[in-house]
């Protein structure tokens, strides 16, 4: 299970607290992705990452940022404005260029925020 | 932007039984169609894929197949068994862009 970690893999926070999940991996892939799983809704796309020092918005983006100054890192920092925080986060990479193709998903972070 | 719907959002087959999830897409430039397989507390895993210049591919019990004119995919799953009982998600994306966007998940139970 290794080349794409998150860490911790539970976190739990106050409400209006700043908290920022990491994802690091050692696949020398291009692009990195974060998603939030809640039941039922399966994975939706909150930023994506294709090179470094670049980042897209995905479909929730509003309430979280995100940074990319390594290709190996990319940490994902939920703010006070995220009005639901509490939720499954994952992490991924791929090759990333001409792509798209497989992602490789992390373990996951659960935020629970109270 | 792509938008993938899913369905049934649960399945329960007997073992031995067939099981079809299948999935619908929006977004006619997506060409990449991935099947991820995430068993209970842990991570979504790649079990099969296809590109949209083939119709269909399989791999021992599992296959996908694809009509691109109708934007529909799906997965099939041939003589279940207990190990199968997970959540599975379908997937597309184009190859203008690096991001996919998941189906909302199957809950598959494979009942011995």
């Known amino acids: 299970d290794g080349g794409i970690t998150q860490s911790p893999k539970y976190l739990f926070r106050k409400e209006g607290q700043n908290v920022t999940l990491s994802c690091e991996q050692n696949l020398n892939h291009d692009a990195m992705y974060w998603y939030r799983q809640d039941p039922g809704q399966g994975l939706r796309l909150i930023y994506y990452s294709q090179i470094v020092n670049d980042f897209q918005k995905g479909d929730i983006a509003e309430g979280y940022s995100v940074s990319r100054e390594k290709k190996e890192s990319f940490p994902l920092t939920v703010t006070s404005a995220q009005k639901n925080p509490t939720a499954f986060y994952l992490c991924a990479s791929s090759i990333g260029t001409g792509g798209p193709y497989e992602q490789y998903f992390g373990p996951g972070t659960r935020l629970t925020v109270t | 932007g792509e938008n993938v719907e899913q369905h049934p959002s649960t399945l329960s087959v007997q073992e031995g039984d067939s099981a079809v999830i299948k999935c619908t897409y929006s977004d006619s430039a997506s060409n990449y169609f991935p099947w991820y397989k995430q068993e209970l507390g842990k991570r979504p895993q790649l079990i099969i894929d296809?590109?949209?210049?083939?119709g269909e591919k399989k791999d021992q019990r599992i296959a996908v197949t694809l009509n691109k004119t109708a934007k529909h995919f799906s997965l099939h799953i041939t003589e279940t068994q207990p190990e199968d009982s997970a959540v599975y998600f379908c997937?597309?994306?184009?190859?203008?862009?690096?991001?996919?966007?998941f189906g909302a998940g199957t809950r598959l139970t494979v009942k011995p």
């Open positions: 997937a597309a994306g184009a190859s203008n862009n690096n991001d996919m966007r």
């Open positions: 296809i590109r949209s210049n083939v």
